[in-house]
């Protein structure tokens, strides 16, 4: 493969939410689904494409922690832009299937956001789990092509875009418990220039401490209180090292060419064994964070201008 023929990697296979992502962000070129995150983080490392898309945070399951370690990883890998998509689930079955639905397909976090819907309207149908919804729908809609007996479910549940895509036939549609379920897809590249300020910016950090020690979570919040920063998602994630050996991922409101931020990164920097920068972009809900009293770019600059005036007196 070369980059002309893959731009846009994927969480696939084709009819997931990612290919959705991909669509919603507006990316234009050849957007091919890969089997899991690594694979599609590891077609950006190695030159197969020029972009990756994959989930990292589920308003209802929480973070998608397989996104979070591979960011973690090296060699790193930048978020330049963010959407959020909306969770609709679909239940679907072959066209040719008029039978009663004894099981159905799916993956475990979208059978967690069907729970009660399925209690209500299938409570004697069994779940299989599959590795995505709609690799659920896929085995419905090409059974020969996958398995000498076909999918051991008679439905699947999976976006509705997976419906169209395999040929299947829709039986109830937004069947998720949650109708304000979102789920956010970032893109991934290589590093290079950094998107532009917009006011209403995110900044993903991964922070590796420097001992397993009482006040280190507080050092961290401290550079970050001080100066009115908003941290939005923080998580402790192993580092896969050694037993109880973890690190921290971060969101925070701003972007690394804010004055405060950027004060902010050199305070973490000098209390962390390592401060892993994951890039700055544009929030999806376009929210800018309400600032307090001395943090803005005019307070640094006017208090830089205060130091420089008093050192050039001694």
Not at 51 to 58: D, F, H, M, R, Y
Not at 260 to 280: H, I, M
Request: proline residues 5%; charged residues 20%.
């Amino acid at each position: 493969m070369t980059v002309e023929s893959v731009t846009i990697a994927y969480l696939g296979p084709a009819g997931t939410f990612a290919e959705a992502a991909v669509t919603a962000m507006g990316l234009s070129g050849v957007a091919v689904p890969a089997a899991s995150v690594i694979a599609a983080l590891d077609d950006v490392r190695s030159g197969k494409a020029t972009a990756a898309v994959v989930p990292i945070e589920n308003s209802v399951e929480g973070s998608v922690s397989g996104t979070l370690d591979e960011l973690a990883a090296h060699p790193p890998l930048r978020i330049t832009a963010e959407v959020a998509v909306p969770v609709r689930f679909t239940l679907m079955r072959s066209k040719d299937f008029d039978g009663q639905i004894q099981a159905v397909g799916t993956h475990s976090h979208a059978a967690a956001q069907c729970r009660r819907w399925l209690h209500e309207n299938l409570p004697d149908a069994s779940v299989v789990f599959t590795g995505s919804t709609a690799g659920a729908a896929a085995l419905l809609g090409k059974p020969q092509d996958l398995t000498e007996t076909g999918p051991h479910f008679d439905a699947a549940i999976a976006p509705e875009l997976a419906a169209h895509r395999y040929g299947l036939a829709v039986v109830a549609d937004d069947i998720g418990d949650n109708r304000d379920a979102l789920t956010r897809f970032v893109r991934l590249e290589l590093p290079g220039p950094l998107p532009l300020p917009t006011g209403a910016d995110r900044t993903s950090l991964a922070l590796f401490m420097k001992a397993n020690r009482a006040g280190a979570l507080l050092e961290i919040l401290t550079e970050l209180a001080v100066r009115g920063i908003n941290m939005t998602r923080l998580e402790s994630r192993p580092t896969r090292h050694a037993l109880g050996d973890y690190c921290f991922s971060v969101d925070i409101d701003g972007h690394i060419n804010d004055a405060r931020v950027g004060e902010a990164l050199k305070g973490l920097r000098r209390a962390c064994a390592d401060v892993l920068f994951l890039g700055s972009y544009p929030k999806h809900d376009g929210n800018q964070p309400v600032l307090a009293e001395g943090v803005t770019d005019a307070d640094y600059a006017d208090a830089d201008a205060w130091l420089a005036t008093q050192r050039s007196n001694r």
